[in-house]
């Protein structure tokens, strides 16, 4: 019996696209191939591609059980990591994090040049506090700072021997100052598999502990990556949204765009969107994000020049769980015509409006069918696979990181 295709998680549509931009590039042909290669090779672009494959079922378990132990004892957890590896976390935590979640605190620190910022941080009273600290590669000054500031502030606020309890080192072979400090404090070491820099941490613990604590499955993350990856394994551009999402990016190049632009339906998605743009960095189209009718007295005037030069990206979710109705406001005519209508209804006739207004000359659309920790796994592999397959068509792999080096701060 044949095993049946999978399915992608993710879905794109190009039908708003100019007439002819798929069928217009060549640019793709015999790059997914190539990546086939590389992935069945050791080479570093697929250690990276197959992140997800490579976080153990005894990893899970460790994260679960340290993040939980931090939650238990603690009213706010500090993480303080790189700038790769806190997007990478921060995207995650912050998009799946609701208002009604529980009063437990995540804190970012060691990814910025703000020194206003980490004195605030350093200053809090009143507050039970642990530490994860995050390195993949070579450790940063600002992290390396931000770490000695928050170490010496959980130390005195628990005491010395409390504090090897509540300061917890996730990172990989190559930050050595990280192991060096876990080793000569006592702190509990969560081993990160070497060579998968930032824009893998989502599948590591180094990017997935701020998660765990504040009670997802982090596995789910993981998983949905994984199913997404075998999901992509075809060569049509109907049965594979990140082909058809290189060749449409790889389109839009050829065309002289040089910015892409992704639509986001309000402030959930920001911290998300700064990953993908993250992911997507390094290459011919700079990416950079926008908030449906929210930034589009900022954006208009600059689009008035450079509609050419734009490629327009919607990051949606398919499905909206809202059941509120809008409330009639008696006496007040301007939601009068609004009154009874299903939000569910409502605001995807309203982003259609905005999006058709906003990117007049086309726009893509990237459907995420749920908002939970599966999808959102798939969707980072879904943008990492995309972008390899646009780098590997124009040469130019971008994964490695350049962080501010100890030595060079003075």
């Known amino acids: 019996m044949a095993t049946p295709k999978r399915r992608s ?4 549509s190009t039908e708003h696209l100019p007439d002819g931009w798929l069928a217009s590039t060549s640019a793709l042909a015999g790059v997914p191939e190539k990546l086939d290669e590389i992935l069945k090779s050791s080479r570093p672009l697929a250690l990276r591609l197959n992140a997800p494959f490579s976080l153990r079922d005894a990893e899970i378990e460790q994260i679960k059980s340290v993040s939980s132990e931090l939650r238990a004892n603690s009213d706010t957890l500090i993480f303080v ?29 060691g990814d910025n040049l703000d020194p206003n910022a980490l004195s605030d941080l350093i200053m809090m009273t009143g507050r039970r506090l642990s530490l ?18 928050v170490r010496e502030l959980v130390r005195q606020r628990h005491g010395p021997a409390e504090a090897q309890r509540r300061i917890v080192v996730a990172a990989d072979g190559d930050c050595s100052d990280l192991i060096q400090l876990a080793g000569h404090e006592g702190y509990r070491l ?19 502990m701020p998660l765990a604590a504040c009670g997802f499955d982090v596995l789910q ?12 394994e075809s060569k049509s551009l109907e049965e594979n949204p990140a082909l058809a999402y290189a060749t449409a990016r790889l389109a839009a190049i050829e065309a002289g765009r040089t910015v892409e632009l992704l639509w986001t339906e309000g402030p959930r998605w920001e911290h998300l969107a700064d990953l993908w743009r993250y992911l997507l960095a390094g290459g011919s189209l700079l990416p950079t994000r926008a908030g449906l009718n929210s930034d589009r007295w900022m954006i ?52 259609a409006q905005a999006i058709a207004s906003q990117a007049s000359e086309g726009f893509l659309t990237i459907g995420l069918p749920r908002l939970d920790a599966f999808h959102l796994g798939a969707l980072c592999a879904f943008f990492q696979r995309s972008n390899a397959l646009v780098e590997l068509a124009r040469e130019a792999i971008a994964f490695d990181e350049h962080p501010l080096r100890l030595g060079a701060a003075r």
């Not at 998680?9 to 794109?12: A, K, M, R, S």
């Not at 993350?221 to 992509?232: D, K, L, T, W, Y």
């Not at 109705?325 to 006739?349: D, K, M, N, S, Y």
């Open 300 to 351: 208009e005037p600059w689009q008035g020049h450079n509609r050419d030069k734009t490629l327009n990206t919607l990051l949606t979710l398919e499905v909206i769980k809202s059941e509120s109705t809008v409330p009639e406001v008696p006496g007040w005519p301007a939601v009068a015509a609004l009154a009874g209508q299903r939000l569910a209804e409502l605001f995807p006739r309203l982003r």
């Open 81 to 109: 990591a790189t700038g790769g590896t806190s997007l990478a976390a921060r995207g995650l935590l912050e998009t799946l994090r609701s208002p009604q979640d529980d009063g437990f605190e995540v804190l970012f620190a």
């Open 9 to 12: 998680l993710i879905t794109l």
């Open 132 to 149: 994860v600290v995050a390195g993949q590669g070579p450790l940063s000054a600002e992290t390396a700072v931000a770490t000695a500031l």
């Open 190 to 208: 969560l081993p990160v598999s070497p060579g998968l820099s930032g824009r893998s941490a989502m599948y590591t613990a180094a990017g997935l």
């Open 221 to 232: 993350v993981a998983e949905g990556a994984r199913s997404q990856i075998r999901g992509m």
